[in-house]
Structures are given as C-alpha cells and as structure tokens.
C-alpha cells in the first residue's frame, strides 16, 4: 500500500500552476513509497504560506519538505554576519545567498523552510509556542529538508563543505536534511523517516492524536458547508447594499457596531461566488482573524475555507517574501512600495481583496496591497472608524483615513450591537475627547425593530495614584461586580492597555477563583520561565541585548495567543485593549491610566453590549477622565446606575 495524497495525484495533475520537475520526481517517488499511513500533502495553503511538499504521520510527526530546481552555480552564497557564534555559523540557514548574475538577495532555501516551521509553531498551531518554552523538546514534531533535484552528493559537499555535516548516513545543515538528485532513493530516504520519527518503528512522544488533528486541519481544511451556519442573516437597508459583490475600489466608514465586520464577510461570500477565486481578507490587529473565520462560517453558503486567506498586514506580507525567497533584510520591507512594485510579477494575484479596520492601516500598506496583490479589475474594498485610530495613523485632509480609493466615503451611522443606552455615553465621550481631531458624527441608535431597548449597566472606579498591588484591589472589584450582574463567564472581558496588569490580574484570579482563563498573551509562569532561560545566557539581565530578546520571546508567545485568540471560548478573556478592536462581549471591565489615549478609551468602551464597567487607575493622579465618567450623566454621577 502506498501514501495518502492530498489533493489526490489527479488533482496535483489539474492544478493551475503544476508541479516543478523536482515536485515531480518527488511526488512520484513517494507514490511508490511503501507506507500506507503516511500523508502527502502537497502545497497546502497555510493560510498564506505555502509550502511545496508535507509529510505526516498520526503518532509520528511532520516533515516539511522545500524543493528547489536549481543549479548552484547559479548562486553566491557569503557566512553569516556573526562568525562568532560557532553553532549558527556553520549552518545554511543563516547563510547569505546572491543570485550571480546581478547580486540580487534571495532567502536560503534552508531558511525558507525552517520559516515554515517556524510559522506553524508560533501561529497556525495554537499553544505549541508556549508549550516549546517549557518544554523544547516538542520542536521536534517538525523535521524539515531540502531537495536539490538538479545537484548530486559530490556537489553539495563541493558547494557546502564548511555548513554540513555527516552522520548515520545522513547529509544535514543545522537540524534541516540535505536530500540530492541521487540521494532520492529508498534506502537514503528511509534514513530521513527513521531519523524524523515517521517511520513505523519510531513513533514520537509528544504527537499526540490531538496535535495531529490540529496539523491536520490546518495541512487540508475542512468545506463549509449551509448547514453549518447559523439562521438566515438579515441585513438592514443602510447594510445590504453594501454586501453586494462588484469590480473596483470602495471605502467604507461604519461607527462602531455600524456590523462592518459582518457586512464585510457576506461581501467576501459574495464574491467568491462571483469570481470563482480565492479572496484575501487583511487586518492589522491578528486577534481579529479567528473572529472574522466566524462571521464567515454565520453565513449559509458553501465553500473551501482555503480560499479564504485572512491574516494580518504584516504576516501576509511575511509570507509571501517566504514563498517566493525574498530575504526580510529589515522591517523596512514593509513599506517598500518600490520593492513589491519591482517585483509584482512574481506574487499571487486576487480578484477580492477587503482590509477591515483599516484606520490602523498605513498609507503605503494600502499601495502595496493594491498595486502588487490585487488583479486587474480586481474588487478592493477598506472598513474603517476613524475613532479608534489607537495607532495615530495619518488622516487625511477630510479628517479621515488616507487611502489609495479617491472620491467619498460610504457611510453606516447607526449600531446594531451597542445597547441604546450605552450611545449616550459614547457620543458624549467622542463630543468631549475625540472632537478636534474628528468630524464628531453621532451614533444612532439600533433601527432593527427586532431589538427592544434593553437594560444596561455601567459603573466607574477611580483609584488613582501608586497603589502596591493594585490588582487585588481590581480582583475584588470584579468578583463583587460579577455577583452582583450574575453573567456568564464566557460573556466577560477585561481589557487594559498594560499587559502586566492583565498578567497578574490572571495570575490571582486563576490561585482565587481556581477557573481557567482565555488571553491574547503570556501567563505568568510562562513570563517567568522565559526570563530565566534568559538570564541563563546573560550575566546581567540589564543588557540592553537582555531586553531585546526579551521581546522576540514575548512576542512570540503573545502573536501565537492572538492569532488562536477565540471570543467564544467559554472562559472569562483577558486582552489589551489593542488586540480587542473589533471584537465585543456583554460585559467588559476596562481599565484605564492617564497615560491612556482618548482612541484607546473609545475603543475599549465600544466593546461592551450591555455592562461596562470603568476602573481608573489615574496613577499620575491626573485625573483626566475623572470628571467626565462620574458626573457626564447626572443620573449616574459617582453611583452604579441599572437602567430598564
């Protein structure tokens, strides 16, 4: 019996762009290859990152395979920049790579695929990025290897002498292996299985049925199917025009709640049935994309979800130099218009591109997006609130944000989620805070005739000034606070801006009321355990170097946690207030600082449907939204008010 493949060999064949004569002589070695539990998947499409060849085995592990038709000749290859550190000097990986004959970069093939890798564990998979901090071991799930199918043993050793090394039989550079033209044979290749735990006598501890679902479902995803969705959605008449799916450019300012998410997802819908193509959903805030994949799969319509790419800016930008072997010399990359302009040719084109919250969006992001990604006479439609312009992005001249679509802005004015009562609020607080930066457009109320006024709650807390462990005092007020609404956990959320607040605030909450949680960054002990694995490589943790892989390391972690971030999950959330645009629940508790922007106080208090709940550190004892918070409303001046 022979491997699994998917798509099947028929379908690799029918395929738009088909397989490279390396792809070839790859897939059909391994159609007859003897092992009847491996799968092949063959350029999967991870969300945006596309890798040419995966193996993978239930209770083995995964091996992610990058083949390239090159002639090395062909290259200039330089060591990497710090020679000093033997371990990564003597890998490919972090190799300098020149094509010859005019020095353009191009990324190692060895870091394309270790970048793979790297993605799944620190994105696509949810809590193995945490998980490979406390426990490193379970890296290894992921084998990679490069085949050169044009070269042979005696050349790589020519070409990579100093970079690879030999052992039981196997060519490798770092933890990648080498496989070559006359190397792809049973007996070399049964070597790479063995030592990547997928052969049949070597299984792994660590991939577990569960982790295997979770590879599986991101390597070959699932349809969508009607039936899965929820009851018809109905649209108001100010949305449903905006829904319908049309060729060219379109900008869209909806206030918050105004549904741009939801109206922006049947629109996505709307033209995969048009065009027949694959559609690109961008963001900046990464929290967003599972949110987004749920209003999506609301809607009763058919369809793959891998035609669907929805992830942020900068990720998808990420993962497109990755597919083609661009190097990403610089963060500077990201703004490049001249760069992608260059090189346009060489990426994918959509027929649908839609940007949501595209206030947090630059203007030169909106040229690359526009110019290199979308096709001629693509669809291309950006969802906005100036408002919660956290970022302090530049507006444009109409006090709104710039963008490469000329000729006015479609408006939504009305909400159709924030309680009616709650509008009171925000249009007073947008009218004092937000009014000489903005054109101040009041919020109308829900004009769904479905949706009776209901009661809300709001309550405000002022503590300013230092106040040693401050999150206890928040503990209490939260756990007196939720006694007295008696909502659901699943149904509360607690946003700051500060991460460390949020991280001890989880921290007590978790010893106090023993319940699990839900955040868009690090627990405690994982925070812990990264600072001191790396107070184990620096003498003295106030190195400047200490603070900077301090962050990578955070970062990490805190990017895994929001792109898994999962509003329905039945636990009480814990985010920034950042990584929550966009997102809302019935109950929010927001904490707030004098150092706190009016956008980030805006955004934040846009989250709640029904009860928001205001705690005011004010630890400069600034007392800037003080006055306005107690006594705005006369009705709930310094007092809890519960309006029928």
Known sequence: ??????????????????PTKGEWEFLNFLKAYPDKELEVFFQPNINGDNPDIVLMKKS?????????????????????????????????????????????????????????????????IEGLAEEAIKNPKIYGVIKTAVFFSNENTRRIKEKFNKYITEQNGLIKSGYSYIITQDLLNRD????????????????????????????????????????NSKDEITFSDEQLPITASRPGSQKIQGVAGSGKTLIMA???????????????????NITLVNYIKEMLSNIPEKFKWNDFIITNYHEFLTSQLNNECFPIINKKIYKDVKFFEKNKNKFEKFQAIFIDEAQDFE????????????????????????????????????????????????????????????????????????????????????????????????????LGGEKPNVEYTILNILLNELKLLNVKSKNVGILSSKVWILRRLEKIHIENEKSRTHTTFEDQETFEKIVKNLKEQ?????????????????????????????????????????????????????????KDSEEVIYTGMTRALNNLVIIDLDRENKQIYKHFFESYKPELKGVSKTIN
């Not at 990058?66 to 290859?77: F, P, Q, R, S, T």
């Not at 052969?199 to 349809?223: A, E, H, M, Q, R």
């Open 1 to 18: 019996m022979v491997a699994n493949f998917f798509p099947s060999f028929e379908g690799i064949r029918e395929m738009k762009v088909p």
């Open 60 to 124: 083995h592990g995964v091996l992610i395979i990058e083949v390239k038709d090159w002639n090395l000749d062909n290259y200039y290859i330089t060591p990497p920049n710090n020679t000093n550190d033997n371990k990564n000097s003597k890998n490919l990986r972090n190799t300098h790579w020149n094509l010859n004959s005019d020095l353009t970069p191009i990324s190692s093939p060895f870091r394309q695929v270790e970048n793979y890798k790297d993605t799944i564990f620190n994105m696509h």
């Open 188 to 227: 070399y290749f049964s070597k790479v299985m063995k030592d990547s735990h997928l052969d049949s006598n070597s299984k792994s501890n660590y991939f577990n049925d569960v982790l295997y679902g979770k590879f599986k479902s991101i390597l070959y995803p699932f349809f969508h199917y009607m039936e």
């Open 266 to 284: 049947q629109r996505a819908i709307n033209a995969y049935k048009r065009t027949k193509s694959p559609v690109l959903i961008l963001t900046f």
């Open 363 to 462: 203007y030169e992001w909106f040229k690359i997006i526009k110019n290199c990604f979308l096709a001629e006479n693509g669809e291309y439609v950006v969802f906005a609130d100036e408002k919660q312009n956290i970022y302090k992005r530049k507006m444009g001249q109409d006090k709104k944000p710039e963008t490469n679509i000329p000729g006015s802005w479609k408006k939504l004015k009305n909400t159709h989620r924030i309680n009616n009562g709650f509008i009171q609020i925000i249009n007073s607080f947008q009218k004092e805070f937000l009014s000489k930066k903005y054109i101040y457009e009041q919020i109308g109320g829900y004009v769904d005739q479905q949706i009776l006024f209901g009661s809300y709650y709001y309550n405000y807390y002022y």
């Open 538 to 594: 620096f003498e003295d943790y106030r190195d400047p170097y200490f603070k900077k892989r301090l962050k990578i390391e955070l970062d990490k972690v805190r990017k895994s946690k929001k792109y898994n971030f999962n509003f329905k999950n039945n636990s009480i959330k814990l985010s920034t207030t950042h990584s929550f645009k966009g997102l809302e629940l019935d109950t929010i508790f927001l904490i707030i600082d004098s």
